[in-house]
Protein backbone atom coordinates (compact mmCIF):
# COMPACT_ATOMS: atom_id res chain seq x y z
CA UNK A 1 0.00 0.00 0.00
CA UNK A 2 1.54 3.33 -1.10
CA UNK A 3 2.16 5.84 1.65
CA UNK A 4 0.90 9.77 1.64
CA UNK A 5 1.47 12.43 3.49
CA UNK A 6 -1.12 15.37 3.22
CA UNK A 7 0.00 18.73 5.03
CA UNK A 8 -3.24 20.98 5.25
CA UNK A 9 -3.85 23.38 7.65
CA UNK A 10 -7.90 23.44 6.63
CA UNK A 11 -9.13 20.94 8.49
CA UNK A 12 -12.65 20.09 6.09
CA UNK A 13 -10.17 19.78 2.99
CA UNK A 14 -7.96 18.19 5.07
CA UNK A 15 -10.54 15.66 6.13
CA UNK A 16 -12.21 15.37 2.52
CA UNK A 17 -8.64 14.47 0.82
CA UNK A 18 -8.11 12.04 3.25
CA UNK A 19 -11.15 10.39 3.17
CA UNK A 20 -10.71 9.97 -0.72
CA UNK A 21 -7.54 8.93 -0.79
CA UNK A 22 -8.12 6.19 1.70
CA UNK A 23 -10.71 4.88 -0.10
CA UNK A 24 -8.33 4.37 -2.90
CA UNK A 25 -6.73 2.41 -1.04
CA UNK A 26 -3.13 5.13 0.16
CA UNK A 27 -2.65 4.51 3.35
CA UNK A 28 -2.81 8.66 4.57
CA UNK A 29 -1.09 10.32 7.10
CA UNK A 30 -2.16 14.10 8.01
CA UNK A 31 -0.84 17.50 9.07
CA UNK A 32 -1.73 20.43 10.38
CA UNK A 33 1.05 22.85 10.21
CA UNK A 34 4.68 23.07 8.21
CA UNK A 35 6.75 21.79 10.89
CA UNK A 36 4.87 18.90 12.15
CA UNK A 37 4.86 18.12 8.62
CA UNK A 38 8.62 18.64 7.81
CA UNK A 39 9.07 16.15 10.70
CA UNK A 40 6.65 13.73 9.47
CA UNK A 41 8.29 13.81 6.05
CA UNK A 42 11.59 13.43 7.32
CA UNK A 43 10.99 10.68 9.76
CA UNK A 44 8.28 9.08 7.63
CA UNK A 45 8.56 6.90 4.37
CA UNK A 46 6.11 8.36 2.57
CA UNK A 47 5.52 7.44 -1.19
CA UNK A 48 4.24 10.96 -2.25
CA UNK A 49 3.53 14.18 -0.04
CA UNK A 50 0.65 16.46 -0.80
CA UNK A 51 1.88 20.34 0.26
CA UNK A 52 -0.41 23.06 0.82
CA UNK A 53 1.30 26.31 0.15
CA UNK A 54 -0.02 28.85 3.02
CA UNK A 55 0.54 27.09 6.30
CA UNK A 56 0.91 28.12 9.36
CA UNK A 57 4.57 27.63 11.10
CA UNK A 58 6.09 27.41 7.76
CA UNK A 59 5.05 27.69 4.38
CA UNK A 60 4.49 24.49 1.62
CA UNK A 61 7.47 25.91 -0.55
CA UNK A 62 10.28 26.36 2.33
CA UNK A 63 8.77 23.12 3.35
CA UNK A 64 9.48 21.76 -0.22
CA UNK A 65 12.93 23.32 -0.15
CA UNK A 66 14.18 22.00 3.39
CA UNK A 67 12.69 18.26 2.22
CA UNK A 68 14.22 18.37 -1.10
CA UNK A 69 17.49 18.60 0.70
CA UNK A 70 17.49 15.43 2.13
CA UNK A 71 14.59 13.36 0.15
CA UNK A 72 13.89 12.78 -3.16
CA UNK A 73 10.43 12.20 -2.71
CA UNK A 74 7.27 13.16 -5.12
CA UNK A 75 5.84 16.39 -3.81
CA UNK A 76 2.82 18.08 -5.58
CA UNK A 77 1.73 21.31 -4.40
CA UNK A 78 -1.63 22.82 -3.28
CA UNK A 79 -1.60 26.15 -4.61
CA UNK A 80 -4.44 28.77 -4.47
CA UNK A 81 -5.69 30.37 -7.57
CA UNK A 82 -3.75 32.54 -9.06
CA UNK A 83 -0.57 32.32 -7.08
CA UNK A 84 1.49 32.28 -10.20
CA UNK A 85 4.59 33.55 -8.47
CA UNK A 86 4.00 30.54 -5.65
CA UNK A 87 3.60 27.30 -8.72
CA UNK A 88 7.01 29.31 -9.92
CA UNK A 89 8.48 29.23 -6.62
CA UNK A 90 7.20 25.70 -5.99
CA UNK A 91 9.04 24.49 -8.63
CA UNK A 92 12.16 25.58 -8.06
CA UNK A 93 11.80 24.31 -4.37
CA UNK A 94 11.94 21.11 -6.05
CA UNK A 95 8.07 19.87 -6.30
CA UNK A 96 7.15 17.92 -9.27
CA UNK A 97 3.67 19.43 -9.41
CA UNK A 98 1.77 21.21 -8.40
CA UNK A 99 -2.37 21.75 -8.80
CA UNK A 100 -4.02 24.56 -8.14
CA UNK A 101 -7.36 24.65 -5.64
CA UNK A 102 -10.61 24.40 -6.01
CA UNK A 103 -9.40 21.41 -7.75
CA UNK A 104 -11.80 17.96 -8.88
CA UNK A 105 -10.50 15.27 -6.23
CA UNK A 106 -10.17 13.11 -9.86
CA UNK A 107 -7.79 15.44 -11.30
CA UNK A 108 -5.64 14.91 -8.00
CA UNK A 109 -5.85 11.65 -8.04
CA UNK A 110 -4.45 11.71 -11.69
CA UNK A 111 -1.59 13.81 -10.69
CA UNK A 112 -0.92 10.94 -7.87
CA UNK A 113 -1.13 8.17 -11.07
CA UNK A 114 1.02 10.40 -13.08
CA UNK A 115 3.75 10.87 -10.91
CA UNK A 116 3.86 6.99 -9.77
CA UNK A 117 3.97 6.38 -13.50
CA UNK A 118 7.21 8.35 -13.78
CA UNK A 119 8.79 7.07 -11.19
CA UNK A 120 8.76 3.38 -11.48
CA UNK A 121 7.74 2.97 -14.99
CA UNK A 122 8.75 -0.75 -15.42
CA UNK A 123 6.30 -1.63 -12.10
CA UNK A 124 2.92 -0.63 -13.57
CA UNK A 125 0.31 0.92 -10.72
CA UNK A 126 -1.13 -2.32 -9.48
CA UNK A 127 2.24 -3.70 -8.66
CA UNK A 128 2.01 -6.67 -11.49
CA UNK A 129 4.68 -8.21 -12.84
CA UNK A 130 4.77 -8.97 -17.29
CA UNK A 131 6.53 -10.58 -19.35
CA UNK A 132 4.67 -10.81 -23.13
CA UNK A 133 1.54 -12.84 -22.17
CA UNK A 134 2.56 -13.73 -18.79
CA UNK A 135 1.21 -12.30 -15.44
CA UNK A 136 2.05 -12.34 -11.61
CA UNK A 137 0.11 -11.39 -9.25
CA UNK A 138 2.40 -10.99 -6.35
CA UNK A 139 -0.10 -9.55 -3.88
CA UNK A 140 -2.22 -12.63 -4.56
CA UNK A 141 0.03 -15.56 -5.85
CA UNK A 142 -1.70 -15.63 -9.08
CA UNK A 143 -0.03 -16.10 -12.15
CA UNK A 144 -1.73 -15.15 -15.81
CA UNK A 145 -0.05 -16.95 -19.32
CA UNK A 146 -2.38 -16.07 -22.34
CA UNK A 147 -5.27 -14.89 -20.17
CA UNK A 148 -5.46 -18.16 -18.74
CA UNK A 149 -4.80 -18.60 -15.17
CA UNK A 150 -1.55 -20.92 -14.48
CA UNK A 151 -1.61 -23.75 -11.72
CA UNK A 152 1.89 -23.65 -10.16
CA UNK A 153 3.15 -25.38 -6.94
CA UNK A 154 4.75 -22.70 -4.52
CA UNK A 155 7.88 -23.94 -5.74
CA UNK A 156 7.57 -23.61 -9.45
CA UNK A 157 6.01 -20.46 -8.86
CA UNK A 158 9.02 -18.79 -6.89
CA UNK A 159 10.75 -19.83 -9.46
CA UNK A 160 8.80 -18.46 -12.22
CA UNK A 161 8.51 -15.11 -9.51
CA UNK A 162 12.36 -15.08 -9.79
CA UNK A 163 12.83 -15.29 -13.73
CA UNK A 164 9.98 -12.98 -14.00
CA UNK A 165 12.19 -10.24 -11.69
CA UNK A 166 15.29 -10.93 -13.46
CA UNK A 167 13.92 -10.85 -17.19
CA UNK A 168 16.83 -10.73 -20.04
CA UNK A 169 19.29 -11.47 -17.42
CA UNK A 170 21.03 -14.67 -16.98
CA UNK A 171 19.81 -16.47 -13.77
CA UNK A 172 22.86 -18.42 -12.89
CA UNK A 173 21.75 -22.08 -11.56
CA UNK A 174 23.86 -20.68 -7.94
CA UNK A 175 21.39 -17.89 -8.02
CA UNK A 176 18.26 -20.01 -8.23
CA UNK A 177 19.06 -22.76 -5.97
CA UNK A 178 19.78 -19.75 -3.13
CA UNK A 179 16.69 -17.76 -3.90
CA UNK A 180 14.45 -20.85 -4.08
CA UNK A 181 15.39 -23.37 -2.11
CA UNK A 182 17.42 -21.43 0.22
CA UNK A 183 21.40 -21.36 1.05
CA UNK A 184 21.57 -25.01 3.53
CA UNK A 185 19.30 -26.87 0.88
CA UNK A 186 20.91 -30.48 -0.03
CA UNK A 187 19.43 -30.14 -3.34
CA UNK A 188 21.42 -31.28 -6.59
CA UNK A 189 21.78 -28.08 -9.05
CA UNK A 190 19.89 -30.59 -11.33
CA UNK A 191 16.76 -30.27 -9.40
CA UNK A 192 16.67 -26.72 -11.08
CA UNK A 193 16.46 -28.34 -14.20
CA UNK A 194 13.39 -30.23 -13.42
CA UNK A 195 11.63 -27.82 -12.46
CA UNK A 196 12.40 -25.25 -15.34
CA UNK A 197 11.07 -28.15 -17.93
CA UNK A 198 7.96 -28.11 -15.19
CA UNK A 199 7.64 -24.61 -16.07
CA UNK A 200 8.00 -25.00 -19.50
CA UNK A 201 5.60 -27.59 -20.43
CA UNK A 202 2.93 -25.30 -18.28
CA UNK A 203 3.96 -22.19 -20.38
CA UNK A 204 3.70 -23.62 -24.26
CA UNK A 205 2.85 -21.28 -26.60
CA UNK A 206 3.50 -20.48 -30.58
CA UNK A 207 5.37 -17.19 -29.64
CA UNK A 208 9.21 -17.77 -28.95
CA UNK A 209 9.98 -19.74 -25.63
CA UNK A 210 10.04 -17.33 -22.52
CA UNK A 211 12.40 -19.56 -20.89
CA UNK A 212 15.64 -19.75 -22.93
CA UNK A 213 19.23 -22.16 -21.55
CA UNK A 214 22.36 -20.42 -20.95
CA UNK A 215 24.12 -23.65 -21.68
CA UNK A 216 26.78 -24.09 -18.64
CA UNK A 217 25.58 -21.31 -16.79
CA UNK A 218 21.66 -21.07 -16.39
CA UNK A 219 18.55 -19.67 -17.73
CA UNK A 220 16.97 -16.22 -18.84
CA UNK A 221 13.40 -14.78 -18.98
CA UNK A 222 12.94 -13.66 -22.56
CA UNK A 223 10.53 -10.25 -22.92
CA1 LIG B 1 -3.75 26.70 3.80
Known amino acids: MKRILLVEDEKSIARFLELELRHEQFEVKVCYDGREGLNAALEGHFDCLLLDVMLPGLNGIELCRRIRRESDVPIILLTARDAVMDRVAGLDAGADDYIVKPFAIEELL ?3 RTIFRRIHPAVQSDDKLTVRKLIIDPTAYEVYFEG ?7 TEYDLLKLLVEHKNKVCTREL ?3 SVWGYDTEVETNVVDVYIRHLR ?3 MTEEPPYIETVRGVGYVMRE
Do not use: P
Not at 148 to 154: A, H, N, S, V, W
Open 110 to 112: ARI
Open 176 to 178: ILE
Open 148 to 154: KKLELTR
Open 201 to 203: AKL
